[in-house]
């Protein structure tokens, strides 16, 4: 029989005590509304849209996010060069403050400057536009994906490509064939993330890209002008369909991983 000493049931008590905490908040939201509401809120033109929205721009914005993450995370891990510590600053900046300030930040970035308008001059409009969504959703999920990334090729061991480099493979082809499988694991988890970050994205997209009613208007967005115009109920279903898109991303990255 197992001997519980008081750390470990400290332990153990912090964890129940905030498992329990989040379950009763969630299943609060879940509990609030009828099923037949939740139906009648889900099958609204609002909702579909707000819903077909989300999706879209999140899978776009995901795979941007991998796209640069997956080339940044290893820059970061394995190249020494001038300014290393200053580009991780500023690349986890994101991180630290609200998305609020990233909103405003990339709106003055985007609106009437030079990058602003030699954007524009190539049909790249971000501000109050769905190009505003992705764009919104891609700085504020690169951030974490590029930390997970790097994480997961510190703990690679070096050696490996070493001993594929002296077998002849170039750089490139050691980070494809080598580098890459062996970060299967991180790039799941990184990608889910990006995912879950993308869909969940408020303040920025709501500066950047204006969160007009029927327009730029994904779940959270569609969660906070209910709540607003006081329509509980098609904001508690927003919660209820961003809580599920969550569990389902969540569910979808434990299975793979169990099964990598």
Do not use: H
């Not at 504020?140 to 930390?147: D, E, N």
């Not at 062996?182 to 303040?203: D, E, H, M």
């Amino acid at each position: 029989m197992r001997t519980v000493t008081p750390f470990k049931a400290g332990l153990l008590f912090c964890s129940f005590l905030i498992t329990i905490i989040l379950l009763a908040a969630i299943g609060s939201l879940l509990a609030v509304p009828t099923m037949e509401d939740v139906l009648t809120n889900i099958w609204s033109e609002e909702m579909q849209l707000s819903l077909k929205l989300s999706l879209l721009t999140g899978v776009i914005s995901t795979v941007l996010v991998m796209l640069f993450a997956l080339p940044i995370g290893y820059t970061l891990s394995r190249l020494d060069f001038w300014g290393k510590g200053l580009v991780k600053t500023i690349i986890d900046l994101p991180v630290a403050f609200p998305e609020l300030v990233l909103g405003l930040c990339l709106l003055l970035l985007f609106g009437r400057t030079p990058v602003g308008k030699a954007l524009s001059s190539l049909g790249l409009d971000f501000v109050f536009t769905k190009k505003g969504v992705v764009a919104a959703q891609f700085f504020t999920a690169l951030p974490y994906s590029i930390r997970i990334m790097k994480s997961t090729f510190d703990y690679i061991n070096p050696r490996m490509e070493f001993v594929s480099r002296s077998l002849g493979y170039s750089p490139f082809e050691t980070f494809l064939r080598v580098s890459m499988p062996l970060a299967g694991s991180g790039i799941l988890a990184s990608t889910v993330i990006a995912f879950a970050r993308c869909i969940g994205t408020f303040g920025t997209v709501l500066i950047l890209a204006g969160g007009s009613y029927m327009r730029t208007e994904t779940l959270p967005i569609t969660l906070y002008l209910n709540i607003s115009y006081g329509n509980m109920g098609m904001a508690l279903t927003s919660g209820i369909v961003l809580i599920a898109v969550s569990f389902l991303a969540i569910f979808i990255f434990e299975k793979s991983e169990a099964s990598l």
